[in-house]
Structures are given as C-alpha cells and as structure tokens.
C-alpha cells in the first residue's frame, strides 16, 4: 500500500527559509518521478515542481523557480523541497505526489506553510 | 485564477448523475489526451479517480466516468452516493513538464 507523509510545516517570516520532507513507504521509491503540489487557503490545486526517479532532472513552476529546490534520497525513500525566499503567497498546503505518466497516482495529506511576519 | 475553469460547485441527489466540467486551452486540455481527475475529502490525500481523459483506475468505481471534447474535458458522477460529496479537481499536462489544475468544484449530495 502507497504511504506518503509530508513534514515540516509551520509559521515562517516572508524572506526565510524552510525545508519539507515526505517520507514514502509501499512501493519502490526510487523507481519513480515525484512531485509537489500545493493549496493556497480557498484556492485551488497548484502543481510546483517534479523529480525525475533518479534525481536527474528537476522541473520547477514559474512562481517557484529560483526559490525552491526539489531533491530526494532514494536510500532513505525521502522526497525534499528546500523553500527559500519564502513570500506570503507561498502560504499553501504543501502535497506530495508520485507521477505516473502524466498524472498524479498517490498523494500524501499535505503539510501546511504559513508565511506570515 | 487557477488555470483550469471548474464551476465552483454542483449538486445531486442519491442515484442521480452530475457532471462536472473543466475547461482549458488548446496548449492544455485540447493539446493533450493527459487530464485526469481527483477527489478530495479535506484533510485528507486527494485521490486519483480519472487518468487520462477516460481510464479509471483500480479500485475506482465505474459510476466515475472522463470525457473530452475539443478543450473542455468532463467528469461524470452516476447513482450519486453520500460518499461521493467531494472537492473534485481536473488536471491537465500543459507541455514542456508544466501542469495546470482547475480551481475545484465542491460536489454536494442533497
């Protein structure tokens, strides 16, 4: 059975930084492209940027690119977004997702960012 | 303004059917046979219910159906059940390793 946890959420001032974790269990982590994807508070779903299985290649969304950074470490079967620069909008639920062709097969339940001063 | 049109909301009753629609472009919905669907319990993991305009997953009941046409893709719900009252939202693969989501649509079992 696919588990994905997401941690590391909280309050942080607008300009600093945090690190999310998603820790995955069920299935073979390191043979499969992750991503992030987050919901601003009312809004609606919000892709944020993909992994390729090996870590090779890295995608990012406008809003985010230059700001966050996306790793994993398939021997500990954990996905990471290093958020930096963090600005209000950035306030989000924050989801991980395993990617299977074009869709979203697996989904965590999210840890929330709130970027407030 | 999420890039996806989703009617905020949509309503049945117990055995009825609804559908939902999602509206995009040609470089989204229109350019790709790549959208699919999920369903939303807050608080709780979306859960994929449509891949790929028309495939359902596993598990996934076959009251769930997907559609195209042109850049409006459709989810519909048949023999609405209370289990079925949900946030449902579209995806589509936009090109170039870009998604796009639509904004949601809140479906109520009467």
């Known amino acids: 059975q696919v588990q994905l946890a997401e941690s590391g959420g909280g309050v942080v001032q607008p300009g600093r930084s945090l690190r999310l974790s998603c820790a995955a269990s069920g299935f073979s982590f390191s043979n499969h492209a992750m991503h992030w994807v987050r919901q601003a508070p009312g809004k609606g779903l919000e892709w944020v940027a993909l992994i390729w299985y090996d870590g090779s290649l890295k995608y990012y969304a406008d809003s985010v690119k230059g700001r966050f950074t996306i790793s994993r470490e398939n021997s500990e079967n954990t996905l990471y977004l290093q958020m930096s620069r963090l600005r209000v909008e950035d306030t989000a639920v924050y989801y991980c997702?395993?990617?299977?062709?074009?869709?979203?097969?697996?989904w965590g339940q999210g840890t929330l960012i709130i970027v407030s001063s | 303004q999420s890039a996806l049109t989703q009617a905020p909301s949509a309503s049945g009753s117990p055995g009825q059917s609804v559908t939902i629609s999602c509206t995009g472009t040609s470089s989204d919905v229109g350019g790709y046979n790549y959208v699919s669907w999920y369903q939303h319990h807050p608080g709780k993991a979306p859960k994929l219910v449509i891949y790929?305009?028309?495939k359902r997953p596993s598990g996934v009941p076959d009251r769930f159906s997907g559609s195209k046409s042109g850049n409006t893709a459709s989810l519909t719900v048949s023999g609405l059940q209370t289990e079925d009252e949900a946030d449902y939202y579209c995806s589509s693969y936009a090109g170039n390793n870009n998604w796009v989501f639509g904004g949601g649509t809140k479906l109520t079992v009467l």
């Open positions: 790929e305009v028309s």
């Open positions: 997702a395993r990617a299977h062709g074009q869709h979203f097969d697996s």
